[in-house]
């Protein structure tokens, strides 16, 4: 049984940061890309950032160019999220799913991606 479970939500200020971790069960990490999502209340879920397989090449969205990054260890089968210089507006659940594409514009969208885990709640304080 395939299980993603992310860890490191919680509260932090603006400017401050988190560390988000998605450890995998069930699959071999190595084998996907894998990415970030988060939903916020009453809006639909938006990507964040993803990294293929190998770790080569990575993608984020606009809003978090610059501030979050991705990472993945694929000995022990974890992505990280760092998010640094956190906005109120980064406040949402954040969901980290593996996908078997491989182009940007496959990776951005939430529909091609097979595995998803819970959801850890990040919020950020003014």
């Known amino acids: 049984q395939v299980q993603l479970v992310e860890s490191g939500g919680g509260l932090a200020q603006a400017g401050g940061s988190l560390r988000l971790s998605c450890a995998a069960s069930?699959?071999?990490?190595?084998?996907?890309?894998m990415g970030w999502f988060r939903q916020a209340p009453g809006k639909e879920r938006e990507f964040v950032t993803a990294?293929?397989?190998?770790?080569?090449?990575?993608y984020q969205s606009d809003p978090v160019k610059g501030r979050f990054t991705i990472a993945r260890d694929n000995a022990k089968n974890t992505v990280y999220l760092q998010m640094n210089s956190l906005k109120p507006e980064d406040t949402a659940v954040y969901y980290c799913?593996?996908?078997?594409?491989?182009?940007?514009?496959?990776?951005?969208?939430?529909?091609?991606?097979?595995?998803w885990g819970q959801g850890t709640q990040v919020t950020v304080s003014s």
């Open positions: 990294v293929v397989w190998s770790g080569a090449s990575t």
């Open positions: 069930g699959l071999t990490l190595s084998l996907y890309t």
């Open positions: 799913a593996a996908s078997g594409a491989a182009t940007r514009v496959l990776i951005t969208d939430d529909r091609n991606y097979v595995y």
